[in-house]
């Protein structure tokens, strides 16, 4: 009776860690803003494996349903304008992060 009670104890507290191994993770988004409104297509997002884009619309961009971590942003250019990157764009998890405005440069 005793082994089965401590079977029962060991079984329910494996149980229980299972269930807080696996947390909810909400992603969340990277937006911001390219000058001139008019100078890019898309916006990229890089992590590791994972790739995001999202469309410029107006100048205006938001990637969306970002995991928790680092990226890399790199706003795709139109001609006359230059591809541009942004290192070290931090997401948080369930949090909106806004990179601000990012003014691109004329190529040569």
């Given amino acids: 009776m005793k082994a089965i ?3 029962l ?3 329910s ?3 229980a860690i299972g269930l807080f191994a696996f947390s909810k993770i ?3 988004s990277i937006k911001g803003k390219v000058t001139p409104a008019n100078s890019s ?3 990229w997002a890089i992590s590791g494996t994972d790739t995001l884009k999202a ?4 100048g205006s961009f938001t990637i969306m349903d970002v995991k928790p971590g680092t990226y890399k942003l790199i706003i795709e250019a139109m001609p006359p304008y230059k591809n541009m990157a942004k290192e070290g764009i931090t997401v948080s998890d369930g949090q909106q992060t806004d990179v601000g405005e990012i003014k691109l440069q004329q190529g040569q």
Avoid: E, F, P
């Fill in 5 to 7: 009670n401590l079977k």
């Fill in 9 to 11: 104890v060991a079984l």
């Fill in 13 to 15: 507290v494996v149980a």
């Fill in 26 to 28: 909400d992603s969340g």
């Fill in 41 to 43: 297509s898309k916006v």
């Fill in 55 to 58: 469309s410029v619309d107006g």
